[in-house]
């Protein structure tokens, strides 16, 4: 508990933010028209050191984004939104597993109603951001499995807050086995300097048994300045619920000017829960990374067409997933460029 309360104050005082984009069913404008179809590809080169020894297979040029999003409105308060990652994997030749979002959305008053494969309302701004606008991350944003079918439902009492409320398929389902849920509770909501994104969320990860997250992120915007700083707890049945399976995550950034973007960036993972109901952040697992790094901006006219980007992150302790790329003593360096295409716009008369 001492080490989890002196990085929360170490990440408050000087730690790791880029800009958030909100993945939580926002379209690209208030009003699309009748459709908007956009595309965006991000190209790296990486090094992948393992206590000083270079990872091959992890090392090198690599293109790790192509995306496209269709944006449109079918009718007076009905609109869609597509976003399809054309270089992502499908499993079980299912062509959805490609499909970040595609969904319907209905918005009457101050309620919406959304139905379709949509983002699972997980709180925390490292969580909601886009993945191609994401560098270093923690041991649980590598491994949620973060778009799912499903529907929601949700009040905005006021211009600035929305209460959602969403049931959709597990993240932790399997071929054999689809009949697996999560219900999600998810506040979003803005006033002054500070943003929030929480939720409370009962996850099945197993048939009849749930791990449940608590997440709470907080977001303060002070002109040049940007500080998110993202608290999760997870706890199933059976274990100590506060503070033996926690992750945080802070980033600080600094924008110098409108072709610039500085930040830092520190993440802590600790699962010693004693059970494997975790699938995210396994049993045993106790790593801290931290980095920094810049954005460039070469478009003053449109500040997101062309980005170059640099970082560098270390990580240390254990993971207990041997699967993922930051263990003990493990540093990646990082350097690409990002770019959007617009290719049609059709407004609606």
Known sequence: MKKILSLLLGAVSCIPVSFAQDSHGASLETDPG???LRGEVRLDYQRDMQDGHTVDGNS????????????????E??????????????EDANFFDATDWIYL???YGAWSFSAGKQVVAIGGWEYDRAPIDLYGCSVFWNNIPCYEVGGSVAWHPTGRDKLMLQVCESPFFTPDNRNMYSYNLF??????????????NMVEYLPGKYISYIALGNKLSMGQWGLELDLMNRAASHQTYLL???????????????????????????????????YCVMDGTELTMAGAGCEFFPLLTDRQALRLHLNCFYSWGRNA?????MQNKTMLIDLGVKWNMDFLRLARK
Do not use: C, I
């Open 60 to 75: 090198g040029f690599e293109g790790k984004y192509v995306n496209f999003r269709v944006d449109g409105r079918l009718a």
């Open 34 to 36: 009748l459709m908007t």
């Open 105 to 107: 959305d209905y918005r």
């Open 321 to 325: 997933n041997s699967a993922n790329v």
């Open 244 to 278: 033996k399976d926690v992750s945080v995550m802070g980033e600080l950034s600094w924008r110098p000017t409108s072709r610039w973007t500085v930040f830092g960036k520190a993440t802590y993972d600790v699962n010693h829960s004693g059970t494997g109901a975790d």
């Open 77 to 90: 308060g009905l609109t869609y939104s597509w976003r399809q990652r054309l270089n992502k994997h499908h």
């Open 187 to 200: 506040w979003q909501g803005s006033h002054g300097v500070f943003s929030a994104l929480y939720s409370a």
